[in-house]
């Protein structure tokens, strides 16, 4: 089962109405919304005239990607666009289903379009999971509706969806509930019939440690206070305190996929965050890192390259301190390499920065790759082989360390090349002392005053 709920393929005509699962159905289910009004949350896909909106209310058919973290409605949307009209509504999990599920359900939607003249909302969950075949298997159907698809994904579809796929689709990206989105929903369902309906009272520090838990996860916010009431109910009281909550839920659950968004926008902050020179930031997304279970070699490899990407030779003893951290990682593994990867992040946060080192190289490969790559100056050709001096190979190359400054004008690049600057020194940390001194060797070398 996804964390948005999932619905089995070919659900009895015969379901339960909502008022017959309500005394065993999860509160997270009870509590899913009936209509597009009762959806807390994703105020910029719901307003009037917004896309979601249109189809939702039944002002628009086109097929859906829902692109979000967990808990943030997916389900209910797909089941809200199904109920527009008489639409008959499938449900595969891209866990457990194939290429023949997917065929299985193309027959069937064309079966009811001609002879029923009804629309099939197919609600793929987990879309990402799909191989590029099952993607392609539903091309055909989405392009001539004869499918509405509605596809649920927690990661970025443009890494994991086929192109042809997104570009019949309408993306939508939904956001994590507000901390004022995940209060009203747990007030709703404290009161509501088809919640906990006025059984227990939540009390102002229990629901403000609910909502800190929930992490605009809506699903875990509700999960959290079913567990809390009916803690409270089996000893007989009625009220909902912090206590209350913190015996039924022992840890906020950090949510990370290391395979797709989370892990990418994790990272991402961290290296942002050591570049902009904040240590606290970077410890905090360090420590999420850790605590989600990501592999601490792939934390320091990043480290690694941040070293000479963003600080290089400002500290040069950044490029050292990521590697040795990498070493400890290697050598002693977790949880004790959890204080190098501190340390170095730390080092590398609050050391001076300097982007030249990536800039030089990135420039230089452009020239490169621009044709740019003339031939090497004879002299400084290999001389080590029988008849290298009749090719004039090696002959006139000058050896630094025979003048007295170890440095002597010489021409070193090609000739298209010459008096080219890909170094360019910052005057920050200790590169302001190479930004003084690099003047005076460029001059040494190509002979200038």
Same mark, same amino acid.
């Given at each position: 089962?996804?964390?948005d709920?999932?619905?089995?393929?070919?659900?009895?005509?015969?379901?339960?109405a909502p008022?017959?699962?309500r005394?065993?159905?999860?509160l997270?289910v009870?509590?899913? #919304?009936?209509?597009?009004d009762?959806?807390?949350g994703?105020?910029?896909?719901?307003r009037a005239?917004?896309?979601?909106?249109?189809?939702?209310e039944?002002?628009?058919?086109?097929s859906?990607l829902?692109?979000?973290?967990?808990?943030?409605?997916?389900?209910?949307?797909?089941?809200?666009l199904?109920?527009?009209?008489?639409r008959h509504?499938?449900?595969?999990?891209?866990?457990?289903s194939?290429?023949?599920e997917? =065929?299985? $359900?193309?027959?069937?939607?064309r079966?009811?379009?001609?002879?029923?003249?009804q629309q099939?909302v197919?609600f793929?969950? &987990?879309?990402?999971r799909?191989?590029?075949?099952q993607?392609?298997?539903?091309?055909g159907?989405?392009?001539d509706?004869?499918v509405?698809?509605?596809?649920?994904?927690?990661?970025?579809?443009?890494?994991?969806?086929?192109?042809p796929l997104?570009?019949?689709?309408?993306?939508?990206?939904?956001q994590?509930?507000?901390e004022e989105?995940? =209060?009203?929903?747990?007030?709703?369902?404290?009161t509501?019939?088809?919640?906990?309906?006025?059984a227990?009272e939540?009390?102002?520090e229990?629901l403000? /440690?609910?909502v800190?838990?929930a992490?605009?996860?809506?699903?875990r916010?509700?999960t959290a206070?079913?567990a809390?009431?009916?803690?409270?109910?089996?000893?007989?009281?009625?009220v909902?305190?912090v &206590?209350?909550? &913190?015996?039924?839920?022992?840890?906020?659950? *950090?949510r990370?996929?290391?395979?797709?968004?989370?892990?990418?926008?994790?990272?991402? /902050?961290?290296i942002?965050s050591? =570049?902009g020179?904040? #240590?606290d930031?970077?410890l905090?997304?360090? @420590?999420r890192?850790? $605590?989600?279970?990501?592999?601490?070699?792939?934390? @320091?490899?990043?480290?690694?390259?941040h070293?000479?990407?963003?600080?290089?030779?400002?500290?040069?003893?950044?490029?050292?301190?990521?590697a040795?951290?990498?070493q $400890? $990682?290697?050598?002693v593994?977790?949880? &004790?390499?959890?204080? /190098?990867?501190a340390q170095v992040?730390l080092h590398?946060? !609050?050391?001076?920065?300097?982007?030249? *080192?990536?800039?030089?190289?990135?420039e230089?490969?452009?020239?490169?790759?621009?044709?740019?790559?003339?031939?090497v100056?004879?002299?400084?050709?290999d001389g080590?082989? @029988?008849?290298?001096e009749?090719?004039?190979?090696?002959?006139g190359?000058?050896? #630094?360390?025979?003048? /007295?400054?170890?440095v002597?004008?010489?021409?070193?690049p090609?000739?298209?090349?010459?008096?080219?600057?890909?170094?360019?020194?910052? #005057?920050?940390?200790?590169?302001r !002392?190479?930004?003084?001194?690099?003047p005076?060797?460029?001059?040494? *070398?190509?002979g200038?005053?």
């Open positions: 089962m996804s964390t709920g999932l619905f089995e393929l070919d659900e009895p005509e015969s379901a339960p008022q017959q699962a005394a065993t159905a999860p997270a009870r509590m899913r #919304p009936r209509t597009v009762e959806v807390v994703q105020a910029h896909l719901l005239g917004a896309p979601l909106r249109r189809l939702v039944g002002g628009a058919a086109a859906v829902l692109y979000g973290p967990p808990g943030t409605g997916k389900t209910t949307i797909a089941r809200l199904a109920g527009v009209g008489s509504f499938v449900a595969l999990s891209a866990l457990s194939g290429v023949k997917l =065929r299985a $359900v193309i027959d069937d939607a079966r009811r379009r001609d002879y029923h003249d099939t197919l793929i969950d &987990e879309v990402h799909f191989s590029k075949t993607q392609d298997a539903l091309l159907a989405v392009e509706r004869l509405l698809l509605v596809a649920a994904t927690t990661e970025n579809p443009s890494f994991s969806v086929v192109a997104l570009s019949r689709s309408l993306i939508l990206q939904l994590s509930l507000t989105d995940v =209060r009203a929903l747990l007030l709703r369902a404290v509501d019939q088809r919640g906990l309906d006025g227990v939540l009390d102002a229990a403000e /440690a609910i800190r838990l992490g605009g996860d809506a699903r916010a509700l206070l079913e809390a009431a009916d803690g409270v109910l089996g000893t007989g009281a009625t909902i305190d &206590e209350a909550v &913190e015996r039924a839920v022992t840890e906020a659950t *950090v990370y996929d290391r395979a797709g968004d989370q892990h990418y926008d994790v990272i991402s /902050a961290f942002k050591i =570049r020179s904040d #240590p930031a970077a905090h997304y360090l @420590a890192m850790l $605590v989600a279970g990501e592999d601490p070699r792939f934390i @320091a490899r990043r480290l690694m390259v070293a000479s990407e963003d600080i290089g030779l400002a500290d040069p003893t950044a490029l050292p301190a990521a040795a951290a990498a $400890v $990682v290697q050598l593994g977790l949880p &004790e390499c959890r204080l /190098a990867l992040t590398l946060a !609050t050391a001076p920065k300097s982007n030249a *080192v990536i800039v030089g190289i990135d230089a490969m452009s020239d490169v790759r621009a044709g740019m790559a003339g031939a100056p004879a002299h400084l050709r080590h082989y @029988a008849g290298a009749k090719l004039g190979n090696a002959v190359y000058r050896y #630094p360390h025979n003048h /007295a400054d170890g002597l004008a010489q021409q070193y090609p000739d298209g090349l010459v008096g080219k600057d890909y170094y360019r020194p910052t #005057p920050h940390g200790a590169e !002392t190479l930004s003084e001194r690099l005076r060797l460029r001059r040494a *070398v190509r200038g005053s």
